[in-house]
Structure formats: C-alpha cells, structure tokens
C-alpha cells in the first residue's frame, strides 16, 4: 500500500498522475532549519522526518512517499510566510532574479525499514513584476501557504518567466525523481510520467530523458 505523506492538493495531484493507488496521511513535524544546516540538508531531513511519523500511523506492509521542498535565495531558506508583510517581503526579494528550489523525496518501506532517498534542485527565474501585481496577488490569499510565497502555477499571477528544469519539482514533487525512486523497488507508475506530466502542466520540459537516465 502506497501512502502519501502530505496535505498539499499539489502534491495530490501530481502523485495521482502515475495512476498509482494510494492513500494520505499528513502529519505536522518541525520545520525549523537547524543551526548552519544547508538546504540540500535541511529537505532531506524533512523529508525523511515525515516519512517516519507517518510510519507509525499505518501497517507494516505500506510504502510511504514523503517530500519537502523549500525557496533558497542566495544562503537563505524561505520557508511559508507568516503574514501578508512577510509574503510581501518574500516576494520583493524574489523578483527580477535567479533563486532556487529545493525538493527531497524519501520513501521508506516499513516492513524492512528500507529508505531511500532523492533530491531535486531547481533554478526558477522570476519576472519582474510590479508592487501592484503583489499586493493583488497576496490580497488573494495564494502566498500564504506556499514556500517562498509563491505558486508557480498560478494563472494570473505567473512569477516565473524562462523555467528550464523540473516545473513539477517547483510545484512540490519532482516526478521523475519519484519515479526513478520507486523504480528501485519495482514500483513503475500506471501511466508514462513524461508524458502525463507535461500534457498536464503544458509545460515542454528539456530533463526528463536525462532525470529517468539517473544524470541529474
């Protein structure tokens, strides 16, 4: 039994797109980084930290696939923003340059205790957009629970201009890195990840090939 440890109708959505069956069960963990932890560090732990209290809810014969994805600026770990000041602040900080994103995958097999682990990073490119486009955007309410106060995928708002990497690790679970992940445990998706991913994000992506081939 497959289960799905997360709340995000993104993550959802996306997950369902393999035609796996599966069920959820979300938990709360801390999400505070530690003391001089990297980004690279800090999703994986997460990750993997959702992944085990998950473990305790369920049977011993479910697999669980848990993700964390975090916004990194410069050094910098953007997580939610607390209010509409900071979602603003985010968002000034954002725009008009390179950032990164950030998602961890960890799949843990209760019956044998078997973790696996993989990350996804990549470069998003924000428009620069105006003050006015951000006091309407956050006056919507989308920022506010979303890492870096942003959803790529929003169809008014659009941040992102020139993506050239994983669009689907942006919106919080890189497919293709799943894929490659549970492969390793002969669990192949229903239907073909490229091809439902892009059809559905109508987004061309230029990574999946090498991704699958185990090269980034």
Request: proline fraction near 6%.
């Amino acid at each position: 039994m497959l289960v799905l440890a997360s709340n995000s109708p993104r993550r959802r959505q996306l997950f369902a797109l393999g035609g796996w069956v599966f069920n959820i069960v979300a938990v709360e963990i801390d999400e505070r980084p530690l003391s001089g932890e990297s980004p690279r560090d800090y999703v994986l732990r997460l990750a993997e930290n959702k992944a085990r209290a998950v473990a305790s809810q369920v049977g011993p014969d479910s697999l669980v696939v848990a993700a964390d994805t975090t916004v990194v600026d410069g050094l910098d770990i953007l997580g939610k923003p607390a209010d509409e000041h900071e979602a603003m602040i985010m968002l000034t900080r954002l725009r008009g340059h390179i950032h990164q994103v950030y998602t961890a995958i960890a799949v843990l097999y209760i019956e044998n205790g078997l973790l696996l682990k993989d990350i996804c990073v990549t470069d998003v490119p924000m428009r620069d957009y105006s003050d006015q486009e951000i006091h309407e955007y956050i006056a919507g309410g989308d920022p506010l629970d979303k890492a870096g106060a942003y959803a790529v995928q929003h169809n008014v708002f659009h941040p992102v201009n020139g993506l050239a990497g994983c669009f689907a690790n942006v919106m919080g679970l890189p497919l293709c890195h799943l894929t490659r992940t549970l492969h390793k445990l002969r669990i192949d998706p229903q239907h073909p990840i490229p091809q439902a991913c892009q059809s559905t994000l109508e987004y061309d992506c230029p990574i999946f090939e090498r991704v699958l081939q185990g090269y980034s």
